[in-house]
Nanobody, 122 residues
Framework: QVQLVESGGGLVQAGGSLRLSCAAS????????MGWFRQAPGKEREFVAA????????SYADSVKGRFTISRDNAKNTVYLQMNSLKPEDTAVYYC???????????????WGQGTQVTVSS
């Protein structure tokens, strides 16, 4: 069992930066691939970024490549999402996720966090 708690969301102007954190409970954190998803009002939840258990494999949605960076610290049971050059279309609730190799899809997620709001003003 893994419990995930996100933090770091907020309101930022376009072009600004935010860093999201996701603290995980449980001793098995390092066994899971971790990811971030987001959901804007009226839209489906979509994949943002994922990182393998070792950190050796990372993937991003095309919409955030070059702007967002995912990382993890297994000693701290924490995964991060550094978001730079934010755009109004990045506005959404961001969810931390834990799962296996299929974590780039909603169906591949085993555990979800409660979400944190990110709002980017123009």
């Amino acid at each position: 069992q893994v419990q995930l708690v996100e933090s770091g969301g907020g309101l930022v102007q376009a072009g600004g930066s935010l860093r999201l954190s996701c603290a995980a409970s449980g001793r098995t954190f390092s066994r899971y691939a971790m990811g971030w998803f987001r959901q804007a009002p009226g839209k489906e939840r979509e994949f943002v970024a994922a990182i393998s258990w070792s950190g050796g494999s990372i993937s991003y949605a095309d919409s955030v490549k070059g702007r967002f960076t995912i990382s993890r610290d297994n000693a701290k049971n924490t995964v991060y999402l550094q978001m730079n050059s934010l755009k109004p279309e990045d506005t959404a609730v961001y969810y931390c996720a834990a799962g296996g190799r299929g974590i780039t899809k909603v169906a591949g997620v085993d555990y979800w966090g409660q979400g944190t709001q990110v709002t980017v003003s123009s």
